[in-house]
């Protein structure tokens, strides 16, 4: 009856340790990603990026490259260049959809850093820039922080999400990160 009880205890820490690293690795590998990754996403994996545009999805599209870097604590750096077959977004995400260059200093950062960030050039060409009239901005969110330093008074881009659209490519190009 000992040797019973001491081989189902036995069983039990064995069965719980197992459960206890099966999810202890689930956990880790979808929250990150431990090395850089240059391959071309799929088509699904970025359905996303049309969808947040308002653009249509069931249209036919290629990605052109994509990187996604390694992630540690949150920071990351993602951005996929996509040719698109046509850019007409709905109503409702139209007004969005900003060309040419911008008014607001933190917008014109942010389509400076977002640029640099998601290799604008590579995407659209050596000539593009991010604040031409051909090229528009679509902003799905921007993440701020006001500077350490308190003599400095504008707040500085910590992450976000955008897209850029270049019209005489007709390529999307869809930039994330999180510092």
Excluded at 104 to 121: C, E, H, K, N, P
């Amino acid at each position: 009856m000992r040797t019973l009880q001491i081989l189902v205890q036995l069983i039990g820490a064995l069965t719980l340790l197992s459960a206890s690293a099966l999810a202890a690795v689930a956990i880790f590998t979808n929250e990150f990603r431990l090395r850089d990754d240059t391959a071309p996403a799929l088509r699904n994996d970025v359905r996303f990026v049309l969808n947040w545009g308002g653009l249509e999805i069931d249209q036919e599209y290629k990605v052109i490259h994509s990187y996604r870097s390694a992630v540690s604590l949150g920071d990351y750096i993602e951005y996929h260049c996509l040719q698109l077959e046509n850019f007409l977004p709905e109503p409702r995400t139209a007004p969005a959809w900003v060309r040419g260059p911008e008014k607001d200093v933190i917008m014109t950062q942010a389509r400076d850093l977002f640029a640099a960030t998601g290799q604008i050039r590579r995407c659209f060409g050596a000539g593009a820039a991010p604040n031409e009239q051909t090229t528009a901005f679509f902003v799905h969110q921007l993440e701020l922080n006001r500077a350490h330093d308190l003599s400095v008074d504008e707040p500085h881009i910590t992450g976000g999400e955008v897209i850029f659209f270049h019209q005489p490519t007709n390529r999307l190009l869809y930039v994330g990160f999180e510092t």
